[in-house]
């Protein structure tokens, strides 16, 4: 009984693979795989597009959200009068201070509290008022340059000011005052400096120079009126305007 040779086998295997390599790829295959490719594009176009003017909408929906004033009504007791004030929660203390109650004593120098031209006193205690939001100071005692002399009769630093030439071109005065006044204060009360550590007087230590000029680094001049500064406020703290 004879056999297929292995090599006839091979030949027939080998046309049978160039016979199916001929053949071309049906129509309708090729047609079934742009169809597909296009429909899944417009779809995914369609999504995109659909989804653009949403996102754009909500974009503008922040970007409103973020602008439109959120006004609030605070009590501000400036100088011993309440204020009853509507405002944007944004406001500062400075700005609600010199646009809406017309107190234009404390300036505007730096706005980003560097300077010391806005300081003003909160229960006491000095701050920079343009870097305090008038909300945080609802109900508080606020005492601006407008409110420390008594009628006629300045205040005890005010007056030490005019007499030693404590100012120049006047911008920073008020902030320079406000900050003095404080400083007596807060020294009357043992409060201690960086000086007071470093000389080791922490026990009531007397208000040298060094200790003025660190107490009152907070407050600038650009004129340079420093010495004259510290003179006055070291006439005050010894009780003497001169």
Same mark, same amino acid.
């Given at each position: 009984?004879?056999?297929?040779? =292995?090599?006839?086998?091979?030949?027939?295997? #080998?046309? +049978?693979?160039?016979? +199916?390599?001929?053949?071309?790829?049906?129509?309708? #295959?090729?047609?079934?795989?742009?169809?597909?490719?296009?429909?899944?594009?417009?779809? *995914?176009? @369609?999504?995109?597009?659909?989804?653009?003017?949403?996102?754009?909408?909500?974009?503008?929906?922040?970007? !409103?959200? !973020?602008?439109?004033?959120?006004? *609030?009504?605070?009590?501000?007791? &400036?100088?011993?009068? !309440?204020?009853?004030?509507?405002?944007?929660?944004?406001?500062?203390? +400075?700005?609600? *201070?010199?646009?809406?109650? @017309? +107190?234009?004593?404390?300036?505007?120098?730096? #706005?980003?509290?560097?300077?010391?031209?806005?300081?003003?006193? &909160?229960?006491?205690?000095?701050?920079?008022?343009?870097?305090?939001?008038? &909300?945080?100071?609802?109900?508080?005692?606020?005492?601006?340059?407008?409110?420390?002399?008594?009628?006629?009769?300045? %205040?005890?630093?005010?007056?030490?000011?005019?007499? /030693?030439?404590?100012?120049?071109?006047?911008?920073?005065?008020?902030?320079?005052?406000?900050?003095?006044? @404080?400083?007596?204060?807060? /020294?009357? %009360?043992?409060?201690?400096?960086?000086?007071?550590?470093?000389?080791? /007087?922490?026990? /009531?230590?007397?208000?040298?120079?060094?200790?003025?000029?660190?107490?009152?680094?907070?407050?600038? =001049?650009?004129?340079?009126?420093?010495?004259?500064?510290?003179? @006055?406020?070291?006439?005050?703290?010894?009780?003497?305007?001169?």
């Amino acid at each position: 009984m004879s056999s297929q040779r =292995c090599t006839d086998i091979e030949d027939q295997e #080998d046309q +049978l693979e160039d016979t +199916l390599s001929d053949q071309p790829t049906s129509p309708t #295959d090729i047609e079934l795989s742009r169809r597909t490719f296009v429909k899944a594009a417009g779809i *995914l176009g @369609a999504a995109v597009a659909t989804g653009i003017p949403h996102l754009a909408a909500a974009e503008e929906a922040q970007a !409103a959200a !973020a602008t439109t004033p959120q006004m *609030l009504s605070v009590t501000l007791k &400036v100088n011993g009068t !309440a204020h009853a004030l509507s405002l944007d929660t944004r406001t500062s203390l +400075l700005d609600a *201070l010199r646009e809406h109650l @017309a +107190l234009t004593g404390s300036k505007k120098g730096c #706005d980003h509290g560097q300077c010391g031209a806005c300081t003003v006193l &909160v229960d006491g205690r000095r701050v920079n008022s343009c870097l305090t939001l008038a &909300v945080m100071a609802n109900g508080a005692e606020i005492t601006t340059i407008e409110g420390l002399a008594k009628g006629d009769e300045l %205040h005890p630093v005010q007056a030490a000011f005019l007499e /030693h030439d404590g100012f120049q071109c006047g911008y920073c005065t008020p902030g320079q005052i406000c900050s003095a006044v @404080a400083l007596l204060n807060e /020294h009357k %009360h043992n409060t201690l400096s960086t000086v007071s550590f470093e000389t080791g /007087h922490t026990t /009531h230590p007397e208000l040298t120079d060094n200790e003025i000029r660190e107490r009152m680094s907070g407050n600038i =001049c650009r004129c340079g009126a420093y010495p004259n500064i510290v003179a @006055a406020v070291r006439a005050v703290a010894k009780g003497a305007s001169a």
